[in-house]
Structures are given as C-alpha cells and as structure tokens.
C-alpha cells in the first residue's frame, strides 16, 4: 500500500496582462482566476495513480486562504480522497515557513497513524518561483529528495522517479519510500474530474488546521514591473518576400556560415 | 569573497556559468566598506574538462575546488550541495551562487536547507552592495519573469542564483591564474541516497540539448498540426539549433512535452530565437526572455511575441519559413 501527499498552491491564472497590488506586495488578482501551476497538476496526477497503483489513498494539501479549498476540491474531482487546508494568508509565508508547515501536518498525522510513503510537490510555484519547498520540507523530515521529475514508479518500497538530465538525456533516480519528490509538467497528462467525481469532492471533509508557528518570511521587499519597453521591433518584410533579409540577418548574426 | 558552483559541459565550464562567474566578480568589486567584496573562487563538481581552469581564470576566478572520487561520479543535487558546502567552509564566503539552471537551483536549495539560510532564485540584479553586516537586496525573477522582486537576504552567506543572460559573459580585464584545488569531501550516506543511477540518451530529435543551444526555432499553434513542423524543423537543422514549441502544442499532443519552451517548459537563452506561429503568452516569454535576439514570424503584427522581438517578419509560418530554408540552401549551392 502506498500513500501519497500531494501539495499544491492556490495562484492567480496569469494569462494577461499582470497587476500588482497598491502596496507592492502582491499581484492584484482581484480580475483573474485562480489554479495550481502546471508543475502540480502532474503531481496530483500521479500521486492518484501511484495511489492506486498501490492500494492506498492520495490525500492534497495546500496552504492559503480559505478560498484555497477551491484547489483542494479539483484534487479530489480528479481521484485524491482527503484533504488538508493549512489556512492563513500566505503572503508572509517564505519557503522555509511553507516547508515547515507541511513537516508539522506529516508529523502530527503520522503520529495518528496516517503515514506518507511519497510526498510530491511541484518543482517551482508559478507565482514566487522560489524552487526550495519541496527540498527544504525534505531536510524537516529527513527523508530523500528527487527534483525536477515527470514519472514515479513504486515498487516493493522504493520509487523509481525519471526526469531529464542537463544534458537532454533521461535520468533515473531510485530512493527509498519514504521520499519526497517534485514534479515537472511533461511525463503524464492529468485528468479532468468526471460528473461523478465532482460530486465525491463536494461530501469530502477538508481537514482545516491552522499554522504552527509564525512566519520568519520570504524577505520580500516590494515587487515591481519592469519598465514597459516601446516596442524597438525592426520589421525585416512581409511574407516570402523577406527571406534574403532575413537570411542577410542570420549571417551578420553569425548563425549561418 | 563569493563561491560559484560552475557547471561544466564536455568541453569546459558552461555560457550561463562563465555568466554567473562575470555577475559574480561584478558584485565582489563593487565598493562595500565592510570587506563583502573579495576575490570570486568556483566549485566545480565530478567532471572537469581540459582548461577549465585556465579559463575560469580568465574570468577572474583565483581558485577552483574540484569535487572528486567516487561520491561525484553521479549526479545527485544532497551530494554536490555537501561539496559546495565543504567549500564554503573553509573559505567563509559572503555568497554562495549559482546560474539558475534545473540543478543550479536544486544544489543551492540543497545548500540553503543544509545551512537554514534564506535563497533567492532567478536573480538579475543587485540594488545594493554585497556587505558583510549590511542588508543585501536582490532583484529576481517572479512570475515567470513578468514580475521583479527586491528581495532582502539577511543571512550569509547570501545564496542567489543568477539567471540566465542577467550579464553578458565577460572575461576579466585583469585575469588571474586560477589555482586548482583538488577534494574529496566526506558525504553522508543519507547524501548519497538519492543520485542518478542511470542516464539514457535524449530522443532522437533536435531538441535534447534545447536549454544550451545556441539557436532555437520555435513554433505554435500557428503550426497547425503534427504535420506543420517539417518546415522549422529543416530550419532549426540549417542553423545547427533545436526546435522549441509552445505548451498550446505539447497540450495538444502535436509535438513531445520535452520540447516546451516555457515557465511549465526549458527556459532558452540562445543568441538567436525564432519563434513561429507563436503570439508569446507570459508563460512562453518567461522561457525565451533571455534570449539575445529574437526574430518572431507571425500573420499577427500585433501579438505580443512580434511587438517584443527584436526583428519581424510578417508572414505565414508556412509560407515565410520553406522562402528562408529555400534562399539559404541557394546561396550554399552559388558558392
């Protein structure tokens, strides 16, 4: 049997044009959606399927606003069967606070019984990019890590995990459960949640705990837009008409010999 | 004095590291008043190609620490983070950096988790001096880097990763004789846990060494289908690059997710990017913005990709692309 956390991150859906806040701590979202990056609906994806690969239970967790539960409810529409809503208004929480807060929800549920087998994240969160939860939650719990991964395999206790390597080719790690691991977008295509499985999500009740401790931050200074740039494009021509300039370019740029 | 993880490929230390190392000595010369400055030394881990050295000191690298045995023969990011750490030890460096490549990223990580400092990724900048005792400001990269942040890291060593062309790779104007260090720092079997126990080659297409090319063709949905690639395919192979698409058509299925340009994709920084058929979404220009030049062909003169180029062509991807693989071809053949 393999259990499976799956943390993911409520974040606005920038698709357009990006707003900030008038005190220049945040992106003003008030105009867009909400989703969870690419990176983590792999990650739910394939704790499901490790989940029930295994014989055992995918539970989500995330940490944000109460409005987070929406992010909870499409993990459930899509096959994970508990949720967690560490609730709090993240935008004090620095990497290090969002690790330990996930370490002290797996510690008091493994002291309940509930354990872990794998823990997967996604690599990087589309909004702060910080690249450190998955790693720094690993240190709190002292177990492996695995970074930057498109498929997890368990078998007999150890996962194999494959992602791909600087050099273009595909790397393989094994680890012993339990283990942490943060997923890339690419290695399995997620599902969308079925009629039926809306209907589950809705009857499931969201653990709602609140945070440990108090946030030591992100170091977060104020955020800014760079400076829109007047567009200095220099057209080279319309349609087929513009191939030797543009072959006449690739030379000067030293692309072409 | 600041450590830089430089990573290496088969013939030397890598474009974006030799632009971490320049940022790096940069910021070491910069005035400070409190001794944040200092000499910039380099940590290179596992493989080091012939004149690496020679060459970080031509950079302005004094010292090079070289990770070797047995512990460093695979890649593992707990493991090269215990070199890096060993390192910083016995030099006490303000900073610790890194390029913000996939295992850039993870190996500070890695380091910032080990010595509970703070990490900032993907910075550009540095609003302030590197001091000893003072607040240290960054600028970085959020949002895919639609977004800047000024971020304060308070601890020391100040952890950053530099992200890719934030500088432009410039060898010293005093170049020094980098001294070579050779090490074999004790690891952990707790660090040795997770390292790479196979590697397999890429496909067989032009797109495994995408991250590191020096030109990539793009193309989006303006491709059409799984058949509306053949011309920037042949194009990408005329110029010696790889393909890069969209995530609309990875989405789609019509070509390999590995081939993603993108925030969710590779982040490119070629010299040249061509992107076709592609309007340029924040989540496909935090992938290519820090490519060196950019000559978008597209129907639409107005999509965000063609006003944010560097040059344009105004144009059917399928029409325009086979004219420029026709004229280059032609003008291999006159001579």
């Given at each position: 049997?393999?259990?499976?956390?799956?943390?993911?991150?409520?974040?606005?859906?920038?698709?357009?044009?990006?707003?900030?806040?008038?005190?220049?701590?945040?992106?003003?979202?008030?105009f867009?959606?909400?989703?969870?990056?690419?990176?983590?609906?792999?990650?739910?994806?394939?704790?499901?399927?490790?989940?029930?690969?295994?014989?055992?239970?995918?539970?989500?967790?995330?940490?944000?606003?109460?409005?987070?539960?929406?992010?909870?409810?499409?993990?459930?529409?899509?096959?994970?069967?508990?949720?967690?809503?560490?609730?709090?208004?993240?935008?004090?929480?620095?990497?290090?606070?969002?690790?330990?807060?996930?370490?002290?929800?797996?510690?008091?549920?493994?002291?309940?019984?509930?354990?872990?087998?794998?823990?997967?994240?996604?690599?990087?969160?589309?909004?702060?990019?910080?690249?450190?939860?998955?790693?720094?939650?690993?240190?709190?719990?002292?177990?492996?890590v695995v970074?930057?991964?498109?498929?997890?395999?368990?078998?007999?206790?150890?996962?194999?995990?494959?992602?791909?390597?600087?050099?273009?080719?595909?790397?393989?790690?094994?680890?012993?459960?339990?283990?942490?691991?943060?997923?890339?977008?690419?290695?399995?295509?997620?599902?969308?949640?079925?009629i039926?499985?809306?209907?589950?999500?809705?009857?499931?009740?969201?653990?709602?705990?609140?945070?440990?401790?108090?946030?030591?931050?992100?170091?977060?200074?104020?955020?800014?837009?760079?400076?829109?740039?007047?567009?200095?494009?220099?057209?080279?021509?319309?349609?087929?008409?513009?191939?030797?300039?543009?072959?006449?370019?690739?030379?000067?740029?030293?692309?072409?010999? | 004095?600041?450590?830089?993880?430089?990573?290496?490929?088969?013939?030397?230390?890598?474009?974006?590291?030799?632009?971490?190392?320049?940022?790096?000595?940069?910021?070491?010369?910069?005035?400070?008043?409190?001794?944040?400055?200092?000499?910039?030394?380099?940590?290179?881990?596992?493989?080091?190609?012939?004149?690496?050295?020679?060459?970080l000191?031509?950079?302005?690298?004094?010292?090079?620490?070289?990770?070797?045995?047995?512990?460093?023969?695979?890649?593992?990011?707990?493991?090269?983070?215990?070199?890096?750490?060993?390192?910083?030890?016995?030099?006490?460096?303000?900073?610790?950096?890194?390029?913000g490549?996939?295992?850039?990223?993870?190996?500070?990580?890695?380091?910032?988790?080990?010595?509970?400092?703070?990490?900032?990724?993907?910075?550009?900048?540095?609003?302030?001096?590197?001091?000893?005792?003072?607040?240290?400001?960054?600028?970085?990269?959020?949002?895919?880097?639609?977004?800047?942040?000024?971020?304060?890291?308070?601890?020391?060593?100040?952890?950053?990763?530099?992200?890719?062309?934030?500088?432009?790779?410039?060898?010293?104007?005093?170049?020094?004789?980098?001294?070579l260090?050779?090490?074999?720092?004790?690891?952990?079997?707790?660090?040795?846990?997770?390292?790479?126990?196979?590697?397999?080659?890429?496909?067989?297409?032009?797109?495994?060494?995408?991250?590191?090319?020096?030109?990539?063709?793009?193309?989006?949905?303006?491709?059409?289908?799984?058949?509306g690639f053949?011309?920037?395919?042949?194009?990408?192979?005329?110029?010696?690059?790889?393909?890069?698409?969209s995530?609309?058509?990875?989405?789609?299925?019509?070509?390999?997710?590995?081939?993603?340009?993108?925030?969710?994709?590779?982040?490119?920084?070629?010299?040249?990017?061509?992107?076709?058929?592609?309007?340029?979404?924040?989540?496909?220009?935090?992938?290519?913005?820090?490519?060196?030049?950019?000559?978008?062909?597209n129907?639409?003169?107005?999509?965000?990709?063609?006003?944010?180029?560097?040059?344009?062509?105004?144009?059917?991807?399928?029409?325009v692309?086979?004219?420029?693989?026709?004229?280059?071809?032609?003008?291999?053949?006159?001579?």
């Open positions: 049997m393999t259990n499976v956390l799956v943390c993911v991150k409520r974040v606005p859906d920038f698709s357009g044009e990006v707003l900030l806040t008038a005190d220049a701590q945040g992106v003003d979202a008030r867009v959606g909400f989703t969870v990056s690419a990176h983590e609906s792999c990650a739910v994806e394939l704790a499901v399927k490790i989940a029930a690969a295994g014989g055992g239970a995918a539970t989500v967790l995330t940490l944000g606003p109460a409005e987070a539960v929406e992010q909870l409810r499409s993990a459930l529409g899509v096959g994970c069967t508990a949720a967690v809503l560490v609730e709090t208004d993240p935008v004090g929480f620095g990497a290090a606070d969002v690790a330990r807060e996930i370490a002290a929800v797996v510690a008091a549920h493994e002291a309940a019984g509930r354990t872990y087998d794998l823990i997967l994240l996604g690599n990087d969160a589309a909004d702060t990019g910080d690249f450190q939860v998955g790693i720094r939650l690993a240190y709190e719990l002292g177990r492996p970074n930057g991964i498109n498929t997890v395999e368990v078998t007999d206790g150890v996962a194999t995990a494959r992602g791909a390597g600087a050099d273009g080719g595909v790397e393989t790690y094994r680890v012993p459960l339990p283990a942490v691991a943060t997923v890339l977008e690419g290695g399995v295509e997620p599902r969308y949640p079925t039926t499985g809306r209907m589950k999500a809705k009857k499931v009740a969201v653990e709602v705990v609140e945070p440990r401790r108090e946030p030591v931050g992100s170091g977060r200074v104020r955020l800014t837009l760079p400076p829109a740039q007047p567009s200095l494009v220099e057209v080279l021509g319309e349609g087929t008409a513009a191939a030797p300039a543009v072959v006449d370019l690739l030379r000067s740029l030293g692309v072409l010999r | 004095m600041i450590l830089v993880l430089v990573e290496t490929d088969g013939s030397g230390a890598t474009e974006a590291s030799l632009e971490t190392v320049t940022f790096a000595r940069d910021l070491a010369t910069r005035e400070t008043g409190d001794g944040g400055g200092g000499p910039v030394r380099a940590v290179v881990v596992g493989e080091l190609p012939e004149g690496t050295v020679e060459a000191g031509a950079y302005g690298v004094s010292e090079v620490h070289h990770a070797t045995g047995e512990a460093f023969s695979a890649y593992g990011g707990a493991v090269w983070a215990a070199a890096l750490q060993a390192v910083h030890q016995v030099t006490d460096s303000v900073a610790v950096t890194a390029t490549s996939p295992r850039g990223n993870e190996v500070l990580a890695h380091l910032a988790a080990r010595l509970g400092v703070a990490m900032a990724a993907n910075v550009v900048g540095c609003p302030t001096p590197l001091a000893i005792s003072q607040p240290f400001v960054v600028s970085r990269q959020v949002v895919g880097g639609a977004v800047l942040e000024e971020m304060r890291l308070d601890d020391r060593p100040a952890v950053f990763s530099v992200a890719g062309h934030a500088v432009e790779s410039t060898p010293a104007a005093s170049p020094t004789t980098a001294t260090r050779e090490f074999s720092p004790e690891v952990t079997e707790a660090d040795l846990v997770a390292r790479v126990v196979s590697t397999e080659p890429g496909e067989p297409d032009r797109s495994g060494s995408l991250r590191s090319a020096r030109v990539v063709v793009g193309a989006g949905r303006g491709a059409g289908g799984t058949d053949d011309g920037v395919v042949e194009l990408a192979g005329l110029l010696d690059g790889s393909l890069g698409v995530r609309v058509v990875t989405s789609l299925g019509w070509r390999p997710h590995h081939e993603q340009v993108g925030q969710t994709g590779s982040r490119i920084s070629p010299e040249l990017y061509i992107p076709c058929g592609i309007s340029g979404a924040i989540q496909h220009w935090a992938g290519c913005a820090s490519s060196k030049t950019i000559l978008a062909i129907t639409d003169a107005d999509a965000p990709m063609m006003t944010r180029a560097t040059y344009a062509v105004i144009g059917d991807m399928h029409e692309v086979p004219a420029i693989n026709e004229e280059i071809r032609r003008r291999r053949d006159q001579r």
